[in-house]
């Protein structure tokens, strides 16, 4: 079992960036997805944009798209999530996940909660003027 710690969340105007960061304790070897997912009180937890460790593939979320960019640092062992043009929805706790079986997933599998059997805490984003 893998442990994630997420940090990188904060407080920002709306148009503003922040860039999490998800840091692993054991090395996410290629062939796994990741994923960033978000939950705003009284929600429930949305997949936000998961990426193919090992090879190029990423997927996003209709509502950020264009705004949010995932990436993996593999010497760092580290999943980022810049995101951009901060708009007062994007409020929420950030959750990162990994999946360890190894599967290939098609968009909507990989940005479903239910695929991910890994997760860290949570790093709260709030969106406000």
């Known amino acids: 079992q893998v442990q994630l710690v997420e940090s990188g969340g904060g407080s920002v105007q709306p148009g503003g960036s922040l860039r999490l960061s998800c840091a692993a304790s054991t090395y996410t070897y290629s062939g796994h997805f990741m994923g960033w997912f978000r939950q705003a009180p009284g929600k429930e937890r949305e997949g936000v944009a998961a990426?193919?460790?090992?090879?190029?593939?990423?997927y996003y979320a209709d509502s950020v798209k264009g705004r949010f960019t995932i990436s993996r640092d593999n010497a760092k062992n580290t999943l980022y999530l810049q995101m951009d043009s901060l708009k007062p929805e994007d409020t929420a706790m950030y959750y990162c996940a990994a999946d360890s079986s190894g599967d290939w997933y098609t968009r909507e599998r990989a940005l479903s909660r239910y695929t991910y059997n890994n997760w860290g805490q949570g790093t709260q984003v709030t969106v406000s003027s």
């Open positions: 990426i193919y460790i090992g090879g190029v593939t990423t």
